[in-house]
């Protein structure tokens, strides 16, 4: 049986990674049917270079950060009736079996199958910290490796995420309300939570050709950056979301966003050799907003 399948590439301001992405993508042995780009209001160059391609669809919204514009991709997919929608970062580059190999897995027409994940890798081959999917149980994940099958996950990232089409029509889009970093968690435990299950696809593989793979991205963010205030607010919101999933418990949920943040504040400290109190207050006080985050889901009418 043949599947229609749409890729999806959010940008802003990131002509020469996407240009690499959509070439990926074009490589592709199984290739989409469609690739939709979405386009964040980009000011660079952006725009005039997606005018020239034939083999695009483009779509151009105000920036609504990442998680506006997978709202919009996927929303764009699921309305045009496509089977499975393969979600992806801008800055990933895939080997050219990326796509085959996920639709090849042992787990694809699995009934229970949620999602399915790439492995992604650095450039320098280790693993690329965003990347790093939410890990099932030890003895399922053991049990896969023995087995030389996909590992089940709970969460994965939207670097290449390949979702069918009714988890949209049973649980919604991803939010828009994120606006960048932590959609794609809750999306994906969202999906968990109702009973669906995810894998990650060990011989599907990309590339995150980001800037540096570092493991707390949040170190080097000033307090007032966009991806500081939104992603401290959205981690907190997933770990309370996870926690309630994984242990039925929020009150483990609020200790572990605590700790979190805690964990920030520790890290801060010993990266600028300083106490700053402002950075723990604004660390604080976004986790207040974590607690009484309540991000709008929409689903298909």
Known sequence: MSY????????????????????????????PDEI???NNSSTDDTLDWLNEQND????????????GGQFTGIKTAYEKGYDWIWCVDTDIIFDIEALKSLLNCECFLATSTGFLSSTIFFRDANLAYPNIPELD????????????KSIPILSASFGSLLIKNEIIKHLGF?????????????????IIRNGYKGYLV???KAVHDCGENHPKPFLKLDTHDLK??????NMVYVAILR?????????????????????????????????????????LSLFVKGVIFKPKIIKPE
Do not use: M
């Open 4 to 31: 229609k399948i749409a890729a999806v590439v959010v940008t802003f301001n990131r002509l020469e990674l996407l240009k690499k992405c959509v070439q990926s993508l074009r490589n592709q042995t199984h290739k």
């Open 228 to 233: 500081f205030r939104y992603g401290v607010r």
């Open 36 to 38: 939709l780009i979405i």
């Open 243 to 283: 926690n309630q999933i994984v242990y039925g418990s929020r009150l483990r949920g609020y200790l572990s966003g605590i700790a979190f943040v805690l964990r920030l504040y520790k890290d801060y400290k010993n990266y600028h050799k300083s106490l700053a109190l402002s950075y723990l207050l604004s660390c």
């Open 56 to 67: 695009l669809t483009v779509i151009t919204q105000e920036n609504s950060g990442s998680a």
């Open 137 to 148: 149980k030890p003895y399922k994940i053991l049990n896969a490796v023995a087995l030389q």
């Open 174 to 190: 991803p939010s828009k309300d994120f606006f960048i970093w932590g959609d794609d968690a809750e999306f994906t435990l969202r």
């Open 202 to 204: 060990i011989n599907s």
